[in-house]
């Protein structure tokens, strides 16, 4: 399955991005999605995943109540809704997808990643 992200850009702290993330090649209905980012000189880490059905999520304790991950698997894409976004979100932001039943926040279990798109929030 191929992935690519974008949605990404500048803006203000206290501000709204959404990013989207739309599957090629294989219906995405089967695997669960997670999104992940990377600021520079740090490691790549968890945001949020989803469920295949969308029925489960979970979230990064950092983002947990300001960003929200969804799914429409008609459209074969993924989605990140991020509000109330602070300069420490500034990152590359990865979509990510796993053929499995399980919701993970472990980037090692995931099998297949998008190419990036970068959030910068400004102060």
């Known amino acids: 399955v191929q992935l690519q992200a974008f949605g990404g850009g500048l803006v203000q702290a206290g501000g709204s991005l959404r990013l989207s993330c739309a599957a090629s090649?294989?219906?995405?209905?089967?695997?669960?999605m997670g999104w992940f980012r990377q600021a520079p000189g740090k490691e790549r880490e968890f945001v949020a995943a989803?469920?295949?059905?969308?029925?489960?999520?979970s979230y990064a304790d950092s983002v947990k109540g300001r960003f929200t991950i969804s799914r429409d698997n008609a459209k074969n894409t993924v989605y990140l809704q991020m509000n109330s976004l602070k300069p420490e979100d500034t990152a590359v932001y990865y979509c990510?997808?796993?053929?499995?039943?399980?919701?993970?926040?472990?980037?090692?279990?995931?099998?297949?990643w998008g190419q990036g798109t970068q959030v910068t929030v400004s102060s």
């Open positions: 990510a997808a796993v053929y499995s039943t399980f919701v993970s926040s472990d980037r090692d279990n995931y099998n297949y």
């Open positions: 989803i469920s295949r059905s969308g029925g489960s999520t």
């Open positions: 090649g294989r219906s995405l209905k089967s695997y669960v």
